[in-house]
T-cell receptor, first 112, second 115 residues
Framework: GESVGLHLPTLSVQEGDNSIINCAYS??????FIWYKQESGKGPQFIID?????DKRQGQRVTVLLNKTVKHLSLQIAATQPGDSAVYFC???????????FGRGTSLIVHP | NAGVTQTPKFQVLKTGQSMTLQCAQD?????MSWYRQDPGMGLRLIHY???????DQGEVPNGYNVSRSTTEDFPLRLLSAAPSQTSVYFC??????????????FGPGTRLTVT
């Protein structure tokens, strides 16, 4: 069936670098996308979201890009800090639904 | 606000035992859901509810029951525990604010081991 997936399971970066986490989705009926951060031993935490009628949305140090042509979603983290080390999940909400479907996650490791 | 609370934090069961994982939220959210997370995996949806009295199955509902008698509470029942149900369970609540926003909050999780 259609699902949300991630290209890279682990991403290692140096402190201060910019990080880019990618996500491929295959369900063209999804109209809402969310990025979550999960720290060890905790539940996922909302980072940023984007609707399907948008290409880009910016938050504090984070930017989400949506390319509907190739069904690709990315999360950019500027000036990555050790506190950004976590697992990042993308999730999609199908049109007419209210509950996100999650991808497998990418582990971001930030080296001081 | 306490947000989303889950009890217990840890639980060990023997195969065949039953138990209920508790979940409560104080944000008056209409949507609640249960996910399980296995090592190296994302979150898989077990059951969800779009309002009091309304529940539906997610991706992996077998072996679990839910009910939603109030807006605040959404317990998950394991009918006869199996080792395959060893996992971390997360409860979440959400509110969809019109067409432009969606807020979902997760509880801290319940780590369940079935021996």
């Amino acid at each position: 069936g259609e699902s949300v997936g991630l290209h890279l399971p682990t991403l290692s970066v140096q402190e201060g670098d910019n990080s880019i986490i990618n996500c491929a989705y295959s369900n063209s009926a999804s109209d809402y996308f969310i990025w979550y951060k999960q720290e060890s031993g905790k539940g996922p935490q909302f980072i940023i979201d984007i609707r399907s009628n948008m290409d880009k949305r910016q938050g504090q140090r984070v930017t989400v890009l949506l390319n509907k042509t190739v069904k690709h979603l990315s999360l950019q983290i500027a000036a990555t800090q050790p506190g950004d080390s976590a697992v990042y999940f993308c999730a999609e909400i199908y049109r007419g639904s209210y509950i996100p479907t999650f991808g497998r996650g990418t582990s971001l490791i930030v080296h001081p | 606000n306490a947000g989303v609370t889950q009890t217990p934090k840890f639980q060990v069961l023997k195969t065949g035992q039953s138990m209920t994982l508790q979940c409560a939220q104080d944000m008056n959210h209409e949507y609640m859901s249960w996910y399980r997370q296995d090592p190296g995996m994302g979150l898989r949806l077990i059951h969800y509810s779009v309002g009091a009295g309304i529940t539906d199955q997610g991706e992996v509902p077998n072996g679990y029951n839910v009910s939603r008698s109030t807006t605040e509470d959404f317990p998950l029942r394991l009918l006869s525990a199996a080792p395959s149900q060893t996992s971390v369970y997360f409860c979440a609540s959400a509110s969809r604010g019109g067409s432009t926003s969606y807020e979902q909050y997760f509880g801290p999780g319940t780590r369940l081991t079935v021996t």
